[in-house]
């Protein structure tokens, strides 16, 4: 079974720093590009950064620019958001997404279950 | 930024209806259209990619047109699994943003 699983959300403090994780499993994730999205409580969905499959190519949000950074480990089969510098704002489901083969980059086929981030004092 | 505008912000309907939610881009964005299905408490599912293409395993009564800048999703039949958010999400450039969701309710 095609699966992504999130990992690592949790109550931190506005200023912290948290790592989240999502393992894959069931296709060949180096082939793969993929993402992360957020969603705030009751609110919409935020795209927040992407990787391509090899490492070679890295895009962000703005709102994140800076703070957030993605990277992936193909031996690992693991996708990961290093989040520094948090605020209040960014409390939210965090969810991983592949970017669906054979179409523009961008189109989010498979997504993860979320992790809840809280960032509150 | 692309802006994404959805209308309308909620909808109810009757099972067995036929329904519409369009999705207007503040840009052309030829064809780079996606439509996801979200359930309360559930991650996004994709229904439609660029534009009219039917993801593998989503029902054929879901529907996707347009191109350019307005663009539609139909619900031929609504079924009860149906009752869902639904956003839109442009694929043609970065950051690839989505729209503020559809939210349809059971009249």
């Known amino acids: 079974e095609v699966q992504l699983v999130e990992s690592g959300g949790g109550l931190v403090q506005p200023g912290g720093s948290l790592r989240l994780s999502c393992a894959a499993s069931g296709f060949t994730f180096s082939s793969y590009s993929m993402n992360w999205v957020r969603q705030a409580p009751g609110k919409g969905l935020e795209w927040l950064s992407y990787i391509s499959s090899s490492s070679s190519i890295i895009h962000q949000a703005d709102s994140v620019k800076g703070r957030f950074t993605i990277s992936r480990d193909n031996a690992k089969n693991s996708l990961y958001l290093q989040m520094n510098s948090l605020r209040a704002e960014d409390t939210a489901v965090y969810y991983c997404?592949?970017?669906?083969?054979?179409?523009?980059?961008?189109?989010?086929?498979?997504w993860g279950q979320g992790t809840m981030v809280t960032v509150s004092s | 930024d692309i802006q994404m505008t959805q209308s309308p912000s909620s909808l109810s309907a009757s099972v067995g209806d036929r329904v519409a939610i369009t999705c207007r881009a503040s840009?052309?964005?030829?064809?780079?259209l996606n439509w996801y299905q979200q359930k309360p408490g559930k991650a996004p599912n994709l229904l439609i990619y660029?534009?009219?293409s039917l993801q593998s395993g989503v029902p054929s009564r879901f529907s996707g047109s347009g191109s350019g800048t307005d663009f539609t999703l139909t619900i031929s039949s609504l079924q009860p699994e149906d009752f869902a958010t639904y956003y839109c999400?442009?694929?043609?450039?970065?950051?690839?943003?989505f729209g503020q969701g559809t939210k349809l309710e059971i009249k």
């Open positions: 840009q052309s964005i030829s064809s780079y």
């Open positions: 999400q442009q694929s043609y450039s970065t950051p690839n943003t």
């Open positions: 997404a592949r970017d669906r083969p054979r179409v523009a980059r961008g189109t989010f086929d498979i």
């Open positions: 660029a534009a009219s």
